[in-house]
């Protein structure tokens, strides 16, 4: 779709603020069926009382919806947002705006839970090196000290793989035991070390029995209302700015947001006192229902796919961009985040994630935890790309997109000026 007949489109149509297009609750066909099957128990109860940090972001939304259709009774959604008009207004949600670096905020938000889903989290190379600190590691030790004083002694801490990648080398089919323990020497960006470091206070805790706890971890999580990834590199081929990046081979598994949510659900069954799987780390993707078993895709090709489902210019009818030029490029945006503050989307972080490979065996979240996927990749990515067709696209303005600068969904930016707000208080 040429970029002038994509704009006679959109013309014909209201477009819908981008915060409203990423809340809403209206699910995909396949997120529909799996709705259906959370309502008759397919997949087992849940604890009456649930509390989701984060609860209004891609995964966060999901979340608390999921358990609501599995059957909790109250369901906290905390954020540091108010809710927008259009989010779920059901009578076993309870939404509650605070601040995660404030504890009486999360004392309130905690009291009486079951069990507290702590999902929020700064997310990505692209925000303020402070927020990453604030959020991942006050903000978890804020929920640790809350739970503890209110007596919650279950949490399922929302990792990241990143957190065990390290600076060289692939992650091509590992298990949780092949990739290095936290903590590392360094991390290949700030998202990824204070995760960690978040994670860690949650592990001595758990040793000195101040606290259950389970980390379960996504690779790349895609779906419906995805405000982050898809939008991200779609921008950026809309505008004609998207490459492929080196030989376009890179294997990468993925994780669909509902089968994300399903192996944060199944994990809080397995905190318990006696239980072998407490302080354990687990990886949770598309396993074997990607195009090859073994658990990955070939990245470029299914980006491609999203590509071309937009109707853009195919990937393959450019020249790709060589990996050692694509070095010098990055260090060169490095830089100039480094002097001017302004972050660029071609940084170093995003060179390796777009070049490695990246997939993992997910048998330890299958033998310990009973995950298998809910939603497969051949129906899962299909029926995003559909959604974004019908919901994303008509929103695309290419006068306003960049494709090199940015990189921050609304909503986080939004996040990140409450919080400055709130520290300058």
Same mark, same amino acid.
């Given at each position: 779709m040429r970029l002038s007949a994509l704009t006679s489109a959109r013309s014909a149509l209201r477009m819908a603020p981008r915060v409203e297009l990423y809340t809403a609750y209206e699910l995909s066909p396949v997120q529909e069926k799996i709705r259906e099957a959370n309502k008759k128990g397919t997949y087992g109860a849940v604890?009456?009382?649930? #509390?989701?940090? &984060?609860?209004?972001?891609? @995964?966060?939304?999901?979340?608390?919806?999921?358990?609501?259709?599995? &059957?909790? !009774?109250?369901?906290?959604?905390?954020?540091? #947002?108010?809710?927008? /008009?259009?989010?779920?207004?059901? !009578?076993?949600?309870?939404?509650?705006?605070? *601040?995660?670096c404030n504890l009486e905020d999360v004392e309130e938000a905690v009291k009486g839970a079951d069990c @507290?889903? %702590?999902?929020? $989290?700064?997310? &990505?190379?692209?925000?303020?090196?402070?927020? +990453?600190?604030?959020?991942?590691? =006050?903000?978890?030790?804020?929920?640790?000290?809350?739970?503890?004083?209110?007596?919650?002694?279950?949490?399922?801490?929302?990792?990241?793989?990143?957190?065990?990648?390290?600076?060289?080398?692939?992650? *091509?089919? %590992?298990?949780? /035991? *092949?990739?290095?323990?936290?903590?590392?020497?360094?991390?290949?960006?700030? +998202?990824? /070390?204070?995760?960690? !470091?978040?994670?860690?206070?949650?592990?001595?805790?758990?040793?000195?029995?101040?606290?259950?706890?389970?980390? @379960? $971890?996504?690779?790349?999580? +895609?779906?419906?209302?995805?405000? =982050?990834?898809?939008?991200?590199?779609?921008?950026? $081929?809309?505008?004609?700015?998207?490459?492929?990046?080196?030989?376009?081979?890179?294997?990468?598994g993925y994780t669909h947001v509902d089968n994300y949510c399903h192996g944060l659900i199944i994990a809080e069954k397995q905190i318990y006192e006696t239980s072998p799987?407490?302080?354990?780390? +687990?990886?949770?993707?598309?396993? /074997?229902? %990607?195009?090859?078993?073994?658990?990955?895709?070939?990245?470029?090709? !299914?980006?491609?796919?999203?590509v071309v489902g937009m109707g853009f210019d195919s990937l393959y009818s450019k020249m790709a961009l060589p990996y050692f030029l694509l070095r010098i490029i990055a260090a060169i945006c490095d830089a100039i985040s480094a002097v001017t503050g302004k972050k660029l989307k071609l940084g170093w972080f995003t060179l390796r994630m777009l070049t490695m490979h990246r997939w993992f065996r997910i048998t330890a979240a299958q033998s310990d935890l009973g995950y298998q996927p809910i939603v497969s990749y051949k129906e899962g990515w299909p029926d995003t790309i559909e959604w974004f067709r019908n919901k994303w696209l008509p929103t695309f303005?290419?006068?306003t997109a960049s494709g090199t600068t940015g990189g921050i969904a609304q909503q986080t930016v939004d996040k990140v000026k409450l919080q400055e707000q709130r520290m300058k208080k």
């Open positions: 604890p009456k009382r649930c #509390v989701v940090t &984060g609860g209004l972001g891609f @995964v966060g939304q999901r979340l608390v919806e999921t358990l609501v259709e599995r &059957g909790a !009774e109250q369901v906290v959604s905390f954020d540091i #947002v108010p809710p927008p /008009a259009n989010v779920w207004k059901h !009578e076993a949600i309870k939404y509650i705006t605070g *601040d995660l @507290v889903w %702590h999902n929020a $989290a700064a997310v &990505g190379p692209f925000l303020p090196k402070h927020f +990453y600190g604030n959020v991942n590691v =006050l903000g978890t030790k804020n929920v640790l000290e809350a739970c503890k004083k209110q007596g919650v002694s279950k949490i399922v801490y929302s990792a990241t793989p990143s957190s065990r990648f390290t600076c060289s080398g692939d992650v *091509d089919g %590992h298990t949780e /035991a *092949d990739m290095p323990d936290i903590p590392q020497e360094s991390y290949v960006a700030e +998202y990824s /070390a204070t995760k960690a !470091e978040g994670e860690l206070l949650l592990r001595k805790a758990c040793k000195n029995g101040e606290i259950m706890y389970i980390a @379960v $971890a996504p690779h790349t999580v +895609y779906g419906p209302r995805d405000n =982050l990834f898809l939008p991200n590199l779609l921008e950026a $081929a809309g505008i004609g700015k998207l490459r492929i990046f080196g030989n376009g081979q890179s294997r990468v799987h407490l302080g354990k780390f +687990y990886v949770c993707t598309d396993g /074997a229902t %990607h195009p090859h078993p073994e658990g990955y895709s070939i990245f470029w090709n !299914e980006l491609n796919e999203a303005d290419p006068s």
